[in-house]
């Protein structure tokens, strides 16, 4: 009985990891497809302006063709991040057990702050280091 209770705590940890993993990685892939569509949006105002100086004789095609490759390039990288997303989805309705597909929440994801060291807050075997370090110097006075 004790050996079902432990194997079953272990699985539910395991299976709330996965979901937070693949939560996370879903919510990254979403901000970074974001990212994309924004630079998307951006190449292709430069495509055009590229085609504009072309048509003007402002300058010789070379700019154009550079403008298309980078917004097909880009257009790509929006179709893998796609599909991406997608097995992500795939993944999380796997481990909730569900049919309905899930996105996270559509905000930026949020800047973890770092937390200053405080002395007490020292990992030990470096604590225990520095004790061995001064005990020496202790001597030697």
């Known amino acids: 009985m004790k050996y079902y209770q432990a194997n079953t705590a272990a699985i539910e940890i395991d299976i709330k990891r996965d979901v937070r993993t693949v939560y996370y990685q879903l919510w990254y892939l979403q901000d970074k497809q974001q990212l994309y569509h924004r630079l ?3 190449y292709k105002s430069l495509s055009n302006a590229a085609i504009l100086k072309v048509k003007t004789g402002d300058s010789p ?4 063709i550079a403008a298309n490759v980078r ?3 880009l257009q790509a990288l929006l179709i ?3 599909n991406e997303i997608q097995i992500q989805q795939q993944s999380l309705m796997q481990l909730v057990n569900t049919n309905e597909l899930m996105l996270p929440v559509m905000m930026p994801l ?7 060291i405080a002395n007490d807050s020292i990992h030990p075997y470096w604590h225990c ?6 005990l ?3 001597e030697l006075e």
Do not use: A, Y
Not at 61 to 64: K, P
Not at 110 to 116: A, D, R, T, W, Y
Not at 129 to 134: A, D, L, M, V
């Open 136 to 138: 020496p110097m202790q």
């Open 110 to 116: 949020e800047k973890l702050s770092m937390p200053g």
């Open 80 to 82: 893998q991040m796609s």
């Open 71 to 73: 917004m097909s390039e």
């Open 61 to 64: 095609g070379l700019d154009s």
């Open 40 to 42: 998307d949006s951006i």
């Open 129 to 134: 280091n520095r004790k061995q370090s001064i």
